[in-house]
């Protein structure tokens, strides 16, 4: 049986993991073909790692890495030492590790925030399961500006 | 016959890698001596793992990785983020793989944007091409100003 | 026995290793499933190496690595370097390195700061114990904005 | 006999490589001692995998790696990364790589731009040259203020 | 005979690899337990790879490796770079590399910064032996805010 690894952190204010996690268990072949592996880490920074882990100790194919950036300037410098380091571990195994970062200044309201997050988790989980199993949906949307969160920007007129 | 990789992504508002493919289509040895192998990602930060995968899986010489970064700057980090990536799965592949980036700031009007992106995809295609076949065609343009998507700049006079 | 790691610095002005190393002495199973590896270097920017040997030649399952950067311009550059370095050891080693760094910007009240310091050392020395032997408290908070240092964030209304 | 790479690209406006080669041709040894191998690729994100090929594949001792950034705040982030990409592969191959960039922000005169071209990538072929064959000439020069293309700052006073 | 490498530029305009031979000449030990190989390389960005050379080729257990950047703002990216490198050199052998770099900008007065570069790479020649020979001084000054070139900001009041 495949595995899909899911990682996410105490720090995020919405339990990211378990919306991937939910969405996977939706999908055709959950629990036949393949199964979901879900680890908690403390915060993004070490994310990097622990999808590392899910790839090495855990043979995970594919993992999905949550993260929840604070809006302060010293946050988004870590956010991008998250994001190069999850960079890294993808390089290095040779395999998809999906980033799913919801920064705290995309959205003010918390309703819509949250909405947000639900949507972008939700639509990577889907990349997850179309990169393994069905690439032809990705490569029917090449070009079409499909978004994962809010509205897709679609297609340029041509 | 030798195979020359081609990913894009959903995200853009362009079908960017089916210009690489049809450029390449053009270009003489194909279906004789290379073909293209085309895949689809969902976002400028999963090219760099996809070319390593295609060089490494696919036996892949060289490969061509298309993006189109938004001009937010949340957006400018993110593809800074993904160029690093591709710089280090070069490095460490020891392969090509031309980053051909269209950003949206580059050009406002929808119409000359699109004619930029063509532009600069087809040519990118051909450097893939002369990288693996026609190095003389590279070195004969050494120093000459040549840019990818607008006019050359020209040699400085001398 | 399993080892845990602790390194610090010269450069900080807090001893942050000894308040790592008191909260792991007081956690169930010290002395007798874990012992602690201690180690001070010159700044921050040793302690990715530091953390590497603390992992290859200590045989250390995890490493807290702390640091204390300064508020100057030069001096975040050289965190973010000293950040950088922390994730590439962590990556390549395939185990946690929790970067502990409480930034001197974060808190002006000199008392305030050291009870910042304190509290966020702590939780991470608690963190690296459940990462290594209760994984499932990691699992329980996860998305709850948990915080080290100040107080947790707490999850976002529903 | 040894090989000295060099590599150079179509974007620059001034033929660096040819400036290089014809240096190295007046230094002793050549055509004896060693020989010259010389590259162009597209743009200066291919100089660090080219750097590494003449390396690896064609049994460079040392290689000279040419660019000439644009001053846009787009051509100076590339060159951030084609900088660090060229900085991986001096890393990961143990072999130095002279990055020889000349920024167009540095000079706004042609003619004196192309000057300070001439001297900094003829300096730099020299520089090769001793790091191979003559490191004494490094040695006495030490903390002497040297500079590429422009006159040397010269030491401080004591 | 265990072996200290020291490698500096010839861009700096003091001659800092030297300062460090004669601290480390001084120090117990110098001449029977361990000796010093010194390089001297054209710029910092060829420290990192200078570095990695002197621990593979020439088996050194640590170096020193010293910088002088100047104060624009090109500059200053560059010396990112350069400690990035570094750090790389650093993680990818497992060996201590001190960073030993003095900024142009620290210091304006030419003689105040002479004894700045002194007192910095003579206090990281005594890191570096205390790494290899007495790790128990760098442990019990763990936190007590110390500096190098300038003076000591002491521990902070309990």
Redesign the interface.
Known sequence: MDRIGVV???????????IAESRLAGMEGFGEHFEVV??????F??L???A??LI??ESCEIVIACGMPGGAE?D???A??????I??????T??????VFV?SQ?EPD?AK??ELCRNRVGS?AV?AYW?LYA?EE??K????????GGAD??????
Request: charged content about 25%; glycine content about 10%; hydrophobic content about 40%.
């Open positions: 996410d952190t105490m720090f995020a204010r919405i339990d990211m993991g378990s879900r680890r908690t880490v403390p915060g920074k070490d990097a790692v622990a590392r882990r090495e100790q010293l988004q410098v870590c991008h030492e998250a994001a190069q380091g960079m890294l571990a993808q390089v290095l040779g395999r998809h590790i999906l980033e920064h995309e918390p925030f949250a990577h990349n990169l690439p990705l490569r949307r090449a070009g079409q500006g499909i978004r994962q920007a679609g297609p340029l007129p041509r």
